[in-house]
């Protein structure tokens, strides 16, 4: 589940100009976002921010680090985070409370 999505119509979010998500969101868990009211994308902006960016660049996001998209949930609570990795895509889940330094959200201003 996602906290925003284009069912009820379309809508916009910005986020930060970079190839990699957010330094200063560095090593924060999806539940300290939440506790901060920080809003980061969900799987389905940052699978949609990696096209546009590629189209626009011809480069990839998160070739180092991992976007923690804190937006979306799993029905268990855990946490959708994702990287460009050896010429391809990668999802993979954590739990809401991790907070490694490989992890950075991408803050979203709706």
């Known amino acids: 589940q996602s906290v925003r999505t284009a069912k009820d119509g379309h809508y916009a979010v910005w986020v930060r100009d970079r190839r990699e998500a957010d330094e200063e969101l560095k090593g924060r868990s999806a539940n300290w976002l939440q506790e901060q009211k920080i809003l980061g994308v969900t799987l389905e902006e940052r699978k949609l921010h ?4 590629f189209d626009e660049t011809g480069d990839h996001l998160d070739i ?10 799993y029905s268990d609570g855990s ?3 994702a990287c460009w990795r050896v010429g391809r ?3 993979s889940w954590g739990v809401s409370a991790s907070a ?5 959200a ?5």
Do not use: H, M, Q
């Open 89 to 91: 895509f990668l999802v």
């Open 100 to 104: 490694l330094g490989v992890l950075r």
């Open 50 to 53: 990696e096209l546009i960016y």
């Open 106 to 110: 991408r803050a979203v201003v709706s």
């Open 64 to 73: 180092e680090n991992w976007t923690l998209c804190s937006g979306s949930r």
């Open 79 to 81: 946490v959708p985070y």
